[in-house]
């Protein structure tokens, strides 16, 4: 097996300087399992632990983030899954928290649409990656495309019955493949009553050199899927008509960089390890939310070992040796490997 990156505590000084404060932002995953199997995903393929989180150490990593403000309450799995996922929102919001979750809403019920509208969920992200059956379902095997679509109207007609504030944007991966159907997606949504698209690049970090090797059969495919020059006066123009589109109809576009931004000349590339916290369901904290599985690059496990100890230590965790050096070697000119090639870390994802 390979061996995970960075896991390994790299020399550090005797003195290790404090870490930030802790942050106003985490990512927490409620579930490590998801029920369809999109091309680009490494979720069935993952090395790490497979699991739930329990809601009592839900409930201790947050009595833990005293400064928390933001929760996105989701990883790689479909936090549906998850038999108390609403439970986790509902105990997050009642501390004043604002919660985010992102869903492929296959596992969306009359039942569960009233819990997102009741259960205080600022904000639903909903994964389309294509405006037709065919691209969709060609993406995010297992699913059905008209199913999600109506559910997605169970849930924007549960919103409008009762006047909740819950936010619903699509969400769209953008590849080779659905390209052309982006004015189609917007025209979609629109029509369903979403008024709000975060296009998305592939993640295309999967290119580190001791990358485990069950993930290279999905790298493979990342590679053919994701664009190339060649595609980028073609998605110029399509980028041209969506947003032409998008100001018609009074409609929230959110649209990636189709190349990598001017070169900073001094200064962090990335500030999520220092600013963003990851956590798995596991309990292994992660440097972000793009590196997605321990067995690529972790932090440390707030439980001692997955699903160990029952009190977590969320700081210890945060400030401790391998953290400090892992942003140590952020900041430099050599940056981790799992960085190197990451599209947040390029600028372009």
């Known amino acids: ?98 919660v985010s979750t992102n869903s492929n809403l296959t596992l969306l019920t009359e039942a569960r649409a009233w819990r997102c509208v009741t259960s205080g969920l600022a904000s639903l992200s909903v994964s389309l990656d294509g405006a037709t059956a065919p691209v969709y379902e060609a993406v995010r095997r297992g699913a059905s495309f008209d199913k999600v679509m109506r559910n997605l109207d169970r849930l924007v007609a549960a919103r409008n019955a009762t006047a909740s504030p819950l936010h619903v944007r699509g969400v769209m991966v953008l590849m080779r493949a659905n390209l052309p159907e982006l004015p189609a997606l917007i025209r979609l949504l629109h029509g369903h009553g979403v008024r709000e698209l975060l296009v998305q690049r592939l993640s295309s970090d999967l290119t580190q050199p001791d990358l485990p090797a069950r993930y290279i059969p999905i790298r493979r495919y990342c590679d053919t899927a994701e664009l190339t020059p060649d595609d980028l006066p073609h998605a110029n123009a399509v980028f041209a008509d969506a947003r032409a589109l998008a100001a018609a109809l009074g409609f929230t576009l959110h649209l990636p960089r189709l190349t990598p931004p001017p070169a900073q000349p001094t200064g962090p590339k990335c500030n999520w390890p220092s600013e963003q916290l990851y956590l798995t369901a596991a309990g292994e904290m992660l440097p972000c939310c793009m590196v997605a599985t321990a067995d690529r690059a972790t932090l440390g496990n707030v439980f001692g070992t997955p699903n160990g100890a029952a009190a977590p230590d969320v700081p210890g965790v945060w400030a401790g040796p391998v953290a400090t050096a892992f942003r140590t070697a952020l900041a430099s000119d050599t940056p981790p490997a799992v960085c190197q090639s990451c599209a947040l870390y390029r600028g372009t994802f």
């Open 1 to 98: 097996m390979t061996r995970p990156a960075h896991t390994a505590t790299p020399d550090v000084p005797a003195a290790i300087p404090p870490g930030p404060p802790l942050p106003d932002f985490a990512q927490i995953e409620p579930i490590g399992r998801c029920n369809l199997a999109c091309r680009m995903c490494t979720v069935n393929d993952r090395g790490d632990v497979v699991t739930e989180m329990p809601l009592a150490q839900f409930t201790a990593i947050l009595d833990q983030l005293p400064t928390l403000k933001r929760l996105h309450l989701q990883g790689l799995g479909e936090p549906m899954l998850h038999p108390q996922f609403f439970d986790m929102v509902e105990l997050a919001a009642q501390r004043g928290i604002e």
